[in-house]
T-cell receptor
Framework: SAVISQKPSRDICQRGTSLTIQCQVDSQVTMMFWYRQQPGQSLTLIAT?????????ESGFVIDKFPISRPNLTFSTLTVSNMSPEDSSIYLC?????????????FGPGTRLTVT | GDSVTQMEGPVTLSEEAFLTINCTYTATGYPSLFWYVQYPGEGLQLLLKATKADDKGSNKGFEATYRKETTSFHLEKGSVQVSDSAVYFCALSEIEGAQKLVFGQGTRLTINP
């Protein structure tokens, strides 16, 4: 199984600023994703982080707002730009790796972001 | 597009009670179905999965059967414990390999001793 760490674990930021969240995996993985979990709601996929190329964004999410990097097979960053209170959420990194008998998607512990 | 609907929470039960959390889905193809669990203060973990119709996923005493005719994947456990208190998410993936998950809204379960 893959072990995933995220930094920071939580942050409180002011409106209009940007925050970069890091995701580190302890082994090389094929796919990495970024999800958002807004307060009291479910998880929504933001984008697929592609190694060495631009991320693939889901409908409603754009690169200018959520730039993503993935320089290698074990690391990715998500930046939340020009933040507003509506961006207050938990941001989760996930990876796909081969588990015991099938491919599994493993999730990081999340970054809890509060925008004031 | 694809979607997952879970029963409204929160759900509160006594220890050793029978648990059912309903989950239905809408998908254009033949998705894989999953239950994820998020224990207090921890990350999201895969609880069980099923990849085709009539498959039964099971783990830690929990079970769910992939019912294509009713587009459902209800989670059940015969006797819950206090340690089962968590938030449970039903999810689907159109592509084999647990990629690009679509989640339900989550159901918070509390078990009282």
């Amino acid at each position: 199984s893959a072990v995933i760490s995220q930094k920071p674990s939580r942050d409180i930021c002011q409106r209009g600023t940007s925050l970069t969240i890091q995701c580190q995996v302890d082994s090389q993985v094929t796919m990495m994703f970024w999800y958002r979990q807004q307060p009291g709601q479910s998880l929504t996929l933001i984008a697929t982080a592609n190694q060495g190329s631009e991320a693939t964004y889901e409908s409603g999410f754009v690169i200018d707002k959520f730039p993503i990097s993935r320089p290698n097979l074990t690391f990715s960053t998500l930046t939340v730009s020009n933040m507003s209170p509506e961006d207050s959420s938990i941001y989760l990194c996930s990876v796909v790796s081969y588990g015991d008998i099938f491919y599994e998607q493993y999730f990081g512990p999340g970054t809890r972001l509060t925008v004031t | 597009g694809d979607s997952v609907t879970q029963m409204e929470g929160p759900v509160t039960l006594s220890e050793e009670a029978f648990l059912t959390i309903n989950c239905t889905y809408t998908a254009t193809g033949y998705p894989s179905l999953f239950w994820y669990v998020q224990y207090p203060g921890e990350g999201l973990q895969l609880l069980l999965k099923a990849t085709k119709a009539d498959d039964k996923g099971s783990n830690k005493g929990f079970e769910a059967t992939y019912r294509k005719e009713t587009t459902s994947f209800h989670l059940e456990k015969g006797s819950v414990q206090v340690s089962d208190s968590a938030v449970y998410f039903c999810a689907l993936s159109e592509i084999e390999g647990a990629q690009k998950l679509v989640f339900g809204q989550g159901t918070r379960l509390t078990i009282n001793p």
